[in-house]
């Protein structure tokens, strides 16, 4: 059974940092590329970074840009996202995500495994 599975998420002041990995089992997804997404109440889930099989292009959204890292780890099968300069606006659920592509993608249909989440809460 595949499974990915998030942790490092919690509550933290504006301005602050959190990591948050995914560790996959079940099979390994070191030629596949993988993302993280995010979904705050009341909206839509959105793409937050990706990064492709290799682990040498990364991908972000705009608005994450210069504060999100995300990395992988395939000798762990893991995959991450360091956080810095946290705002209250990056409240939401993280999701990370593998995709059946080498080359990552900022679609959320192009995933085919997901993890359940974990929550990121920033107060201001």
């Known amino acids: 059974q595949v499974q990915l599975v998030e942790s490092g998420g919690g509550l933290v002041q504006a301005g602050g940092s959190l990591r948050l990995s995914c560790e996959a089992s079940?099979?390994?997804?070191?030629?596949?590329?993988m993302g993280w997404f995010r979904q705050a109440r009341g909206k839509e889930r959105e793409f937050v970074a990706a990064i492709n099989w290799s682990g040498a292009s990364t991908y972000y959204t705009d608005s994450v840009k210069g504060r999100f890292t995300i990395s992988r780890d395939k000798s762990k099968n893991a995959m991450y996202l360091q956080m810095n300069n946290l705002k209250p606006e990056d409240t939401a659920v993280y999701y990370c995500?593998?995709?059946?592509?080498?080359?990552?993608?900022?679609?959320?249909?192009?995933?085919?495994?997901w993890g359940q989440g974990t929550q990121v809460t920033v107060s201001s």
């Open positions: 079940g099979r390994t997804f070191s030629r596949n590329a």
């Open positions: 995500a593998a995709s059946g592509r080498y080359l990552s993608s900022q679609t959320l249909g192009e995933y085919d495994y």
